[in-house]
Antibody
């Protein structure tokens, strides 16, 4: 079964750091580009970051650029999001999502999400 | 950056009704447009890709159309299990790579 499982969420103070992980299984992880997408409480979906299969191409939303770092370890079938200088507005459910194989043009597999709360 | 708008923001319809949601891009995006369904407390699910292609396993009552700046998502006969929020998403080869619309919440009347 194709599966993505996020972990690492929790409560952190403003200005703090957190590292999210996403464990992939059931498919050849190293062949797929991956994304992080978040959803603030009661709000819509916001794309956060993209990483290509080989990590050669990385993109960030302006709202997290310079504070968040996406990475992957294909040997461990894992995706990561290092989040620094966290703000209250970063409070959200963070989803790990796989891009479709051929054109990286849509997210065809999603995890269940991990919740990040930034509050003092 | 390309901005995406959706209308309506919410709607209420009866079982069996035809439901239509529109999505508009701030500039020409060709057919680089996807539609997702998100049920309460769940992750989003891809329904339509490249404006009009039905994702494998998705019921045929869902459809999409459009190109350029104006797109339409249709549920031909609303079912109770279709209660959800629907998002359009445009994609690009440059950052921001993906942009979601604000969503349309669909309820049963």
């Amino acid at each position: 079964e194709v599966q993505l499982v996020e972990s690492g969420g929790g409560l952190v103070q403003p200005g703090g750091s957190l590292r999210l992980s996403c464990a992939a299984s059931g498919f050849t992880f190293s062949s797929y580009s991956m994304n992080w997408v978040r959803q603030a409480p009661g709000k819509g979906l916001e794309w956060v970051s993209y990483i290509s299969s080989s990590s050669s191409t990385i993109y960030y939303a302006d709202s997290v650029k310079g504070r968040f770092t996406i990475s992957r370890d294909n040997a461990k079938n894992s995706l990561y999001l290092q989040m620094n200088s966290l703000r209250a507005e970063d409070t959200a459910v963070y989803y790990c999502a796989r891009d479709e194989y051929y054109y990286d043009s849509s997210q065809d597999v999603w995890g269940k999400g991990t919740t990040v709360t930034v509050s003092s | 950056d390309i901005q995406m708008t959706q209308s309506p923001s919410s709607l209420s319809a009866s079982v069996g009704d035809r439901v239509t949601i529109t999505c508009q891009a701030s500039q020409d995006i060709s057919n680089y447009l996807n539609w997702y369904q998100q049920k309460p407390g769940k992750a989003p699910k891809l329904l339509i890709y490249d404006a009009s292609n039905l994702e494998t396993g998705v019921p045929s009552r869902f459809s999409g159309s459009g190109s350029g700046t104006d797109f339409t998502f249709t549920i031909s006969s609303l079912q109770p299990e279709d209660i959800a929020t629907y998002y359009c998403q445009q994609y690009d080869n440059l950052p921001p790579k993906f942009t979601f619309g604000p969503g349309t919440k669909v309820d049963i009347k």
